[in-house]
């Protein structure tokens, strides 16, 4: 029995607020699972397999990147197909395995491996939590929304960043930070799997209500190889959100695997380091309260434009700074710019796709935006291996400015329309 049947659809923050809570919840056991792994993994590769390249190091954030993107378009696609639950179900499945290998690992490989079933649950799970929310709210709040989805996931990678980092400086750096891990997706998997109810009803009741729409099946007919095709490159706004994506995510993903190595490079304790790799996203996720929110009422370029250029002033600070007050001041300014970003990218790609193929459009974005973590990690690997990790860092940030001046040069406002768009070339 589906949920329209036992009561009618109604859209909005208030009316759902009770599986909205739920789905905040859920996902921040999500973001916990990958915040088990911003402190520690990349010491880990270093002290207990001695691997010296870091590209090698970085490896283990290829395979989360590549198989993350592959899922969040899988799962976007499969959402507007079969509906939203049963994905979030199978998520939490895959990801059930991720602390059992990483404890047990006797070779870095299944490092590796486990990073990949970590991919498919964080592919899975948080981009159906963010589909969730979305049919929720319906065409208002979106960017509330998102804010408070991404803080929630985000509090929660900083919580479990600092927490694993704290035990691995008292105890040691496996197995016991990772002990979290199972009892984050076996909560996870309960909530998901008991509680948490279908919303697809929720985006046929939004179609019906465009004043633009012809019927809720002629906008279903929409191919994927069209919603692809507009999300990646002939709708403008939509490919100056997608490329921003990939480059927040590649500087995340520089952060994530060279920000642990140059920290305990220059004399920082585990403890230290887990403090400055909590910061960042806790900076982020907090700050997501506010942002997300505020570009309901400012709009979304510009934001988006402007959270690039900080993460870019944040990330030369890393490199400039020489004492641990200034490294917590660089991560929080990244934190700072980072949410700015983030919940804004969601929220227009909401405003231009409509609902019948909202999912799939989130799906194909959450692609390229997540792509970022295997571009990231291999371009920076490559980068301290042959110019050290300094000149690794500062490229990045300069990839990170020179991508706020495409959103700048390139992008239109989606908040004021709200409504699909014609197709433009990029």
């Known amino acids: 029995m589906t949920q329209s049947s036992l009561s009618p659809v109604r859209l909005g923050l208030r009316a759902n607020w009770q599986q909205f809570t739920l789905l905040v919840i859920v996902n921040a056991f999500v973001g916990a699972m990958v915040g088990l792994e911003r402190t520690v ?141 199972i009892g984050f997706a076996l909560l996870g998997l309960l909530l998901s799997l008991f509680f948490v109810q279908e919303t697809h009803g929720h985006a046929r009741e939004e179609a019906r209500q465009l004043p633009n729409a012809t019927t809720v099946n002629d906008a279903i007919r929409r191919p994927f190889a069209e919603v692809l095709l507009l999300t990646s490159w002939k709708d403008r706004a939509l490919f100056a959100v997608s490329q921003a994506g990939l480059v927040n995510n590649l500087n995340d993903g520089m952060v994530w695997g060279l920000l642990p190595i140059f920290l305990a490079g220059a004399g920082l304790s585990v403890e230290r380091i887990g403090i400055v790799a909590a910061v960042y996203p806790g900076v982020w996720g907090v700050s997501q309260l506010g942002t997300g929110a505020l570009s309901d009422h400012l709009g979304r370029k510009w934001m988006i434009a402007t959270g690039l250029w900080v993460q870019a002033i944040g990330i030369v600070g890393l490199v400039v700074a020489q004492r641990f007050a200034l490294w917590v001041g660089a991560a929080a300014l990244m934190g700072l710019g980072t949410a700015l970003v983030y919940p804004t990218l969601l929220a227009a790609v909401s405003d231009v796709a409509h609902p019948a193929w909202r999912a799939s459009a989130v799906g194909v974005y959450r692609l390229w935006r997540d792509g970022g973590y295997a571009v990231g990690a291999l371009l920076s690997g490559l980068l301290a291996d042959s110019l050290g990790l300094p000149w690794a860092i500062m490229t990045i940030a300069g990839v990170t400015a020179l991508s706020g001046f495409v959103v700048a040069a390139v992008m239109y406002e989606t908040l004021p329309p709200r409504r699909v768009v014609s197709p433009e070339p990029a």
């Open 41 to 181: 993994v990349p010491l880990i590769a270093e002290q207990d397999f001695g691997i010296v390249s870091k590209t090698v190091v970085l490896s283990f954030i290829i395979s989360f990147g590549i198989v993350k993107a592959l899922a969040n378009l899988s799962a976007g696609g499969l959402a507007d197909r079969f509906g939203r639950k049963w994905l979030l179900v199978v998520g939490w499945l895959v990801g059930l395995p991720v602390p059992f290998l990483i404890i047990l690992a006797p070779t870095w490989s299944w490092i590796v491996l486990a990073n990949g079933l970590l991919g498919i649950n964080q592919g899975l799970c948080w981009s159906t939590t963010v589909i969730m929310k979305i049919d929720l709210v319906g065409p208002r709040q979106r960017g509330l929304a998102m804010g408070l989805n991404e803080a929630s996931g985000y509090g929660a990678v900083s919580l479990s960043a600092l927490t694993t980092g704290y035990i691995a400086s008292a105890y040691a750096l496996r197995p016991y930070p990772f002990y979290l891990g």
